[in-house]
């Protein structure tokens, strides 16, 4: 990229309420990807003249759980609009949005990047609906399309950042950062595999120096982090091109075509939409009684900044990995509870194997933390054996993935494949060392001539193998360590 340009990116974020019924009718939300086409519709949601929309409290609810929990200014009084325009999936041929008077103003969500604290300024934070899905589709009668209305109208959030990211790295850290939020507050499930939240970027380059911004592109429908930083960087290095050249960036609307990995303009600043909003007559204003709001913001969970925070004091974690753990209050949750078990393992060992294997196991076959048969007693059980030297690292893997994948019990595993201690020569060694380490005066005070006190370090290491190791065997082997250590000190 041309260092002569910085890329100003703004973010739309379209998230999918949690809601039990749409947002202006009674039809129960479903899974559209499994429900029978148009099996969730009424006379509301798909559009039939004379019915009329009721606001949905649960997702006014949702709306200013989102608003508070990014310090948003909570518009005492917001209203609704119609967004006007055709399109097969919109029966209405308008869409309900907040327009003018939105439900919340401003806000920010912090962030970390490598170079530090972020604070990403936001605009705005409104309720709409979304529209109905199209399949198009080809028989040997020729091309058709099929309209399924189940989405019609369920609820969405939809905030609105001011145009103040200028990396990827930045537009990554607020995109996860407010899933991380949407999810600890249960707002919106944040799945993207089921759309429940998309994003819409807009970016324009500015000339280093230069207060003027270029002319803006607006990237829509982007359903993935991975689609939107591929689409975002190919735009970036685009209009760097064209302005390198000396061209000039067409302002224009463009789609993401991820087969190739290109993005293709759907309409200029010329064919812009006019939508023609104008006041919803069929609602009322939405008005927000001071004391909702001081109910909604006592019932606020712990954020995920301050569990991280809570993380780092009290735990001791590094900052990397206390931000790994936070992304998922599930996953924050669950650590806590190996925490809890009391094994004799750190915290900051129990992030190292939570974010490590059991996040690439999770990864490799896209299952949750909750969806592994591995209690956290289970998991504290396997660090232990691993980190206090009863078996190897690389055995203690092995009974992890094994575990994760079977639910069988860790010591069924060790004991079957004859991991244990004492057929392990890799894992007692490391027990003895661990020993002499921990035992650093009477280590001093042996290789000083106090010979005798071997017999005192081969007791310790029995009771550690519960009495089960051959003492014969153990002598030889810390006589080895602590001689070897006296060599290497000389
Ligand atoms: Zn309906």
């Known amino acids: 990229m041309s260092t002569q340009y910085t890329p100003v990116i703004g973010l739309e974020v ?76 919109l029966p209405k041929g308008y ?3 907040q327009y003018e008077y939105p439900l919340a103003l401003g806000g920010a969500l912090t962030v970390t990047t490598s170079s530090g604290a972020e604070t ?41 950042t001011e145009p103040v990211l200028h990396s990827l790295e930045s537009v990554r850290a607020y995109s996860t950062g407010l899933r991380a939020i949407l999810k600890y507050i249960k707002a919106s499930s944040g799945d993207m595999e089921k759309g429940a939240m998309r994003f819409e970027a807009n970016i324009s380059m500015m000339k280093v120096n230069d207060l003027e911004l270029g002319k803006r592109v607006e990237i829509k429908n982007l359903n993935s982090f991975r689609a939107m930083e591929k689409a975002i960087q190919y735009e970036i290095d685009r209009q760097t091109r064209i302005l390198d050249q000396g061209g000039l960036v067409d302002q224009e609307t463009v789609g993401w075509d991820d087969t190739n990995g290109r993005t293709i303009s759907q309409r200029s600043k010329e064919e812009a939409h006019d939508y023609r909003y104008f006041p919803e007559p069929d609602l009322p ?4 009684e001071e004391s909702w709001i001081d109910s909604i913001r006592l019932s606020l969970p712990e954020l995920p900044l301050a569990k991280k925070m809570r993380f780092i004091s009290t735990f001791e974690l590094n900052d990397y990995h206390a931000a790994l753990l936070c992304i998922d209050p599930d996953v924050a949750d669950y650590f806590e509870q190996v925490v809890q078990c009391k094994a004799p393992v750190s915290p900051q060992q129990i992030a190292n194997w939570i974010t490590g294997d059991v996040f690439a196991y999770c990864n490799q076959r896209e299952l949750s933390i909750l969806e592994i048969p591995i209690t956290p007693t289970v998991l504290s059980y396997i660090i232990d054996q691993v980190e206090n030297g009863k078996i190897s690292r690389a055995n203690g893997r092995q009974v992890l993935i094994e575990a994760m994948s079977s639910g069988n019990r860790p010591e069924q595993l060790i004991q079957e494949h004859g991991y244990g201690i004492l057929e392990d020569e890799a894992a007692l060694t490391t027990m003895v060392n661990n020993l002499i380490t921990q035992a650093a005066s009477e280590a001093k005070a042996y290789r000083s001539g106090k010979v005798s006190l071997l017999e005192w370090f081969v007791g310790q290491a029995m009771q550690q193998t519960h009495g089960k190791a051959d003492p014969n065997h153990l002598r030889e082997l810390i006589r080895k360590t602590l001689d070897k250590q006296v060599t290497n000190n000389q």
């Open 14 to 89: 379209h998230a999918e309420l949690l809601t039990r019924t749409k947002m202006f009718c009674a039809c129960p939300v479903v899974d559209t990807a499994i429900t029978k086409p148009n099996t969730s519709i009424c006379p509301v949601c798909s559009g039939m003249p004379g019915a009329l929309p009721v606001i949905n409290r649960q997702a006014v609810e949702l709306g200013l759980r989102v608003a508070l929990a990014l310090n948003s200014n909570i518009a005492p009084f917001s209203l609704f609009a119609r967004k006007n325009y055709y399109y097969p999936d």
């Open 95 to 97: 869409q309900i949005s």
């Open 120 to 160: 990403i300024q936001l605009r705005r934070i409104h309720l709409e609906e979304d529209t109905g899905k199209l399949t198009h589709a080809s028989d040997n009668q020729g091309k058709y399309s099929l309209v399924d209305l189940n989405r019609a109208g369920i609820a969405l959030l939809e905030i609105v």
């Open 285 to 288: 204003p939405l008005i927000v």
